[in-house]
């Protein structure tokens, strides 16, 4: 049963490296949505306070 | 003047009732209808999505007119959602209860009539190495993600009537979420497992005429003629193929679900999401069969998988003529077993 100790084990890598991949690529997708990332602008001045 | 009177009222009476024949004849000679039918001239519900849709656009939509970027939040009302739902939550999970629970009751009843098939004359105590290290890597990587895929799949399919009023909201809603990133991160292991599977064993599961034969004597099943095969005999070439291209249908569908928009339009995903579900039930009711026969069902099937040599006399009963090759090559000579 080595081999299947080692299948679900291979998977559980699979999963771990697509969850990492996939994850970034949605953070990446939700950050280029036109008015999805609307956030405070990192210019102080800009948000009316004293820059 | 009394004479008068009753003359002048029974002439009334008479032109009344002359109006009255006369027009309600009229109206039977008109054809109209003389009872009121509140329905007759309403708008079918068909009929106005038709008429709202805009010229030459085709079956696919009532769209209205946006400003922003995304042109699909357009979309008022897609007529052929109401056929996909109704296949989702009705078709689908109708058929695919018949077909896994049929399975298994028909897995029952063989099971019952031909109880578990024997090694013809018991174990020999000699083995032959069967599946190397790589196959049973490819086996196992396939089906333990199938099984988790079936698993919470199947929960999409059923849960929300079979789990929901057992377990309740709140741990149904946690064990669907946690499916639902099982069965999309855990498709790429599955994909490549069917790749693997594709390399080792494509070659040993070209059809060919020693399979017609293995079918037209039942494969061993029926009877206790055990016809000879090959590496791979009939049924398991059935599985094969089952497998490769239901595995690769399962993976292009469930892809196209995955990144929603990037292959197709909506009416493409709402075909894949019936494909994709139709295709898993029937590979699911397929691989009950095949984990049947390769455990319970059959006397020395699972150390194929499990410890990858087989006894020399299983091999020899349903393998005969991958035996035959096999220690013409010498490859893989029977030991005697630990």
Known sequence: ?51 | MVAFQRSWGLAAALAIALVIVVSGDALAQSGQPTSVNPTASSVKEGQLLDALKPPGSGPSAVTGRVSIPDTKSSVLIQPAGRDWRQIRQETLPFYGAIAILGMLAALVIFYLIRGRIAIDGGPSGRTILRFASADRFAHWLTASTFILLALSGLNLTFGRKLLLPLIGPEAFTALSQAGKFVHNYGSFAFALGVVLMILLWLKDNIPSGADLAWFSKGGGLIGSDHPPAGRFNGGQKVIFWVVVIGGVALSITGYSLMFPFVFTDIAGLQEANMLHGLIAVGMVAVILAHIYIGSVGMEGAFDAMGKGEVDLNWAKQHHALWVEKTEMKGKGAATPAE
């Open chain 1, 1 to 51: 049963m080595k081999m299947f100790v080692s299948a679900v084990v291979a998977m559980l890598l699979i999963i771990g490296g697509a969850v990492v991949v996939l994850e970034g690529y949605q953070k990446t997708v939700d950050a280029a949505f036109v008015g999805s990332g609307a956030r405070p602008d990192p210019e102080v001045s800009l948000r009316g306070g004293k820059g």
